[in-house]
């Protein structure tokens, strides 16, 4: 009898154990994050995302996914910056309601998006994935505290909520802010050589062996390591000030400094080659150029990415940290040895 009492007891309190598990932990867990994903403005997977378009007041963006990253489309065409990109794309998914104002159907009625600046609202920005649209968020007035916005969203429920302030000018981005504004898409480790040509300063050609860095021209001799690679940093760092013209022609080439009689002109060589003369002669992947021209009068200067159609703004500061000459460049040390390997002087 006492077994059977005994067994009961212990149905019973594994029945609770599981009980407990299965609906106040585990469930617990699958509540919370039902709650969570229930505020959120707009559900996206940003792997499944294939086009964005940003609109305001001034200025239509749309951004498409290429098999090597973003493309820009509108308002140019033009290499988007991946990387602001998949920061927008994850403000979006993170971006969540703190409260609704206007629920389903009242949110249709006429004259009630004008009371929250949703009109004419400031911001739209659209989603579009590889299953098909996903929705169109539209951005209005700040609410009177200042803290919030209202943000309206349509699709099968429309609703008017509220986001944090924050979250509105994280996404209210422009085509700057989002174009790839890099001088060059070089990755310092990977350049093997560096070239230089310019009418007004010696040509240099300097290639790694290992991990050193050897002048070739004007002369054949060790090069100073750390120079070269504060230069490769440099140029790495380097962002673009502003875009002035899209399209130019051969003559706005010349206005700008830009030809390849006028302009300070940069190689970088991703790929080892056997002769000097092949250094610089390689695919579009391998060899990245960078073409410095006129100043602008305001201490910026006029430069061009070749692999890119535009010319752009680069600041004075890159240029003299480029303009270093054969003796900055050169090894100074009169002599190399291991100290701890010296045995007699």
Known sequence: MRFKTNLVIGVVFGALLAFVYLYEIKGGEERRQAAEQSKKILD???PEVARLVV???KERIEIGREANGWLMLSPVRDEADSE????YLRNLSESEREKTVVDSADALRPGVA???GLENPRLKVFIDTKQGPLDTLYFGDDAPTDRFTYVKTTGDNPKIDVVRAWRYDNLAKTSFDLRNRKVLNVAQGAVTALGRVSADMSDIVVTKNAELWQLKTPLSAMA???SVDAMLRNIQNAEIVEFVNENPTDKDLRQYGLTVDQAIRFALATKENATEVELFQGEK???D??????????GRYYARNVGRSPVFLIDSTLVQQLSLSVFDLRDKNPIRFERDRVTTI
């Open 114 to 116: 004008g009371e929250y």
């Open 285 to 287: 992947d391998e060899v």
């Open 84 to 87: 602001a990109i998949d920061r």
């Open 224 to 226: 100073d390591s750390d």
């Open 44 to 46: 996206i997977n940003a």
């Open 55 to 57: 609109s305001n007041d």
């Open 289 to 298: 150029r960078l073409f410095i021209g006129h100043s602008d009068g305001v």
